[in-house]
């Protein structure tokens, strides 16, 4: 059985930094990424590591910063300088956007 548990998200103040994780099971792919949806929006691209190469949209890859333990089969996301408009529901991905293998997302709360 696939799964992918996030966890990390949380309410922080605008300037703060939180590093979500995604532990997966039952699955090992070479890409690994985050999406985020925020209320009203479509889900849209953050971050991937795919055979150790990092992808960022171009708006974030200056504040975040995607990493894996493969020991771990874990993947991680370094979000620093947070706006409210990080504001979103942070989802973990295995296998890119058109598999299955989706978490069920961690909330993340920018706001002063």
């Known amino acids: 059985q696939v799964q992918l548990v996030e966890s990390g998200g949380g309410l922080v103040q605008p300037g703060e930094s939180l590093r979500l994780s995604c532990v997966a099971s039952?699955?090992?792919?070479?890409?690994m990424g985050w999406y985020r949806q925020a209320p009203g929006k479509q889900r849209e691209f953050v971050a991937a590591?795919?055979?150790?190469?990092?992808y960022y949209a171009d708006s974030l890859k200056d504040r975040f910063t995607i990493s894996r333990d493969n020991a771990k089969n874990t993947v991680y996301l370094q979000m620093n300088s947070l706006k409210p408009e990080d504001t979103a529901v942070y989802y973990c991905?295995?296998?890119?956007?058109?598999?299955?293998?989706w978490g069920q997302g961690t909330q993340v709360t920018v706001s002063s």
């Open positions: 991905n295995a296998g890119g956007p058109s598999s299955r293998a």
């Open positions: 590591i795919t055979n150790d190469i990092e």
């Open positions: 039952g699955i090992f792919s070479n890409s």
